[in-house]
């Protein structure tokens, strides 16, 4: 009897596994033939930091004003710097970011007013050797040279546009409803009582007031 549900058990599970087998046979992989192909990163991807430079003269945008390293809550970014004579602006001469201690929580990239730095979509930056993972200032320039990025002030203008106006508490321009007929008269009861109340004339006492 054992031999036999054993056999049966056995049977229905393989023609189970044949079936699933089968089934996906017709639907589309989800696998990635890695490295020929590869996921594209959703576009707030928190991942390598990298250094953003202008576009046009491909200088850094970082003005070394230390905010990030300010921000940082595990002090992963070491800047130096020095002011340069004629333009009186400061510049970076040292720009180290310790990846092996950073948690890629993005306050740097929020602290930056000037779209310098920022947590990419980038990945792939395995090493053997711990060392390599203190990331340079060429190094950090160099894989944020391909990175696209859209101005905090010109986002922020955008945004502005797009977004819907504020209800400034003005009075509708659409009139009331008219009152109805005995809303008017139990109105103007209660106004007629008001004034009773706020006259501080006594009354006039009736027949049935007097006791004399
Ligand atoms: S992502 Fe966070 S931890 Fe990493 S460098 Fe920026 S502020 Fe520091
Ligand atoms: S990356 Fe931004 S916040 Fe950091 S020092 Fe440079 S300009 Fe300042």
Avoid at 119 to 146: A, H, P, W
Wanted: charged share 35%; with cysteine; net charge neutral.
């Amino acid at each position: 009897m054992g031999l036999v549900k054993e056999t049966t058990s056995g049977i229905y599970n393989l023609l189970l596994g044949l079936w699933v087998t089968f089934k996906h046979l017709f639907r589309k992989p989800v696998t990635l033939q890695y490295p020929d192909e590869r996921w594209e990163m959703p576009e707030r991807s928190r991942g390598t930091i990298v250094l953003l430079s202008d576009p046009e003269t491909g200088e850094l945008n970082c003005t070394a004003c230390m905010l990030c390293a300010k921000a940082c809550p595990v002090a992963a970014i070491t800047i130096e710097r020095k002011k340069d004579p004629e333009t009186k602006k400061n510049y970076p001469t040292l720009f180290t970011l310790d990846t092996t201690v950073c948690c890629y929580c993005g306050l740097c990239e929020q602290a930056c007013n000037f779209d310098a730095i920022k947590l990419t979509g980038k990945y792939e930056f395995s090493v053997s050797d711990k060392s390599e993972l203190l990331y340079e200032m060429d190094f950090l320039q160099e894989i944020g040279r391909d990175v696209k990025y859209v101005k905090k002030k010109k986002a922020a203008k955008k945004a502005k546009k797009a977004a819907p106006k504020k209800d400034t508490g003005e009075k509708s321009a659409e009139k009331p409803a008219a009152k109805t007929a005995e809303e008017k008269k139990e109105d103007s009861n209660e106004e007629d009582k008001a004034k009773d109340k706020t006259s501080g004339e006594p009354k006039e006492k009736g027949p049935e007031d007097k006791t004399e």
